[in-house]
């Protein structure tokens, strides 16, 4: 069996997503077991003892950065802010160094809570305002915080900066190693496609790459993108970064995070 070792990536997956049917502390130590970095969302959410998560020994690599907030609006912009600062405190209890963001906040549904209909050229220039004190807070405080690309045809109508060249154009505006992009694959497909040339056009700027497959947001093999390619394609960029597996497991979760790291082990 190959081992999450044998890969050159460092692989993670998110324990929101597979063994559902555990306590969130047996999913941390599921996949923990397996050799992988492990993700969470919301830490501030039902359940989520960050103390007994630290208590695991698992190795976290990445948790939600904001609880609240938006990039453009004042009053929205304060509110990221000052959630990003309790983010920094809670990952600090898991030794957590990514935090993600959105371009907005989203409810419950993944839904935006300020829907946008159209990006204005203030809205850009406020958002690139608000990661620059981002980036700052991620330097003062060793983290790095990383903007996330989002769909939206499928699962996030209504989110702004949602293309992975939005959140590109934002990471690189502010040319930060405290400000990163996580390159969410899935999205990218649903959205965009060119999932290849996306990964060498935004590598310079790349701090996670997330992978499910479409349709469906399962792990590879279960849908139309060919991660076995995409995962030579970035071996052969030189990536050595992240790639976390944010996907259901269609079937058993253990075959699945064995199909997850055996497609990132690439076979020269």
Not at 62 to 88: H, Q
Not at 151 to 160: K, Q, V, Y
Not at 253 to 267: G, K, N, Q, V, Y
Request: some cysteine; aromatic content about 6%; proline content about 6%.
């Amino acid at each position: 069996m190959i081992t999450a070792e044998e890969s050159p990536f460092t692989l993670a997956a998110c324990a929101e997503m597979v063994f559902t049917d555990l306590p969130l502390l047996e999913r941390v130590e599921r996949i923990a077991e397996r050799g992988l970095e492990v993700e969470i969302w919301d830490w501030a959410g039902p359940g989520k003892n960050l103390k007994d998560m630290a208590a695991t020994g698992a190795v976290f690599g990445s948790m939600t950065g904001y609880v609240t907030g938006d990039l453009t609006e004042a009053d929205g912009i304060e509110e990221l802010l000052s959630s990003a600062r309790r983010s920094i405190e809670a990952a600090a209890v898991i030794g957590c160094p990514r935090l993600n963001l959105h371009g907005t906040g989203l409810d419950g549904r993944g839904l935006p809570v300020r829907p946008v209909t159209e990006v204005t050229g203030a809205m850009w220039a406020r958002a690139a305002l608000t990661c620059e004190r981002i980036a700052a807070l991620g330097r003062q405080s060793g983290v790095v915080f990383t903007l996330e690309n989002l769909n939206l045809p499928t699962d996030h109508p209504g989110t702004p900066f949602s293309h992975p060249g939005d959140t590109r154009a934002l990471v690189a505006a502010v040319d930060s190693p405290h400000l990163r992009m996580n390159l969410d694959l899935y999205h990218a497909q649903i959205g965009d496609g060119r999932l290849i040339d996306t990964c060498r056009e935004s590598l310079p700027w790349i701090g996670e790459i997330q992978i499910a497959d479409v349709p469906g947001r399962c792990q590879p093999g279960t849908g139309e993108i060919d991660y076995a390619n995409v995962a030579s394609a970035l071996a052969g960029m030189g990536y050595e970064g992240v790639v976390a597996m944010e996907a259901w497991a269609e079937g058993d979760p253990a075959d699945a995070l064995d199909t997850f790291i055996s497609t990132f082990t690439p076979r020269s």
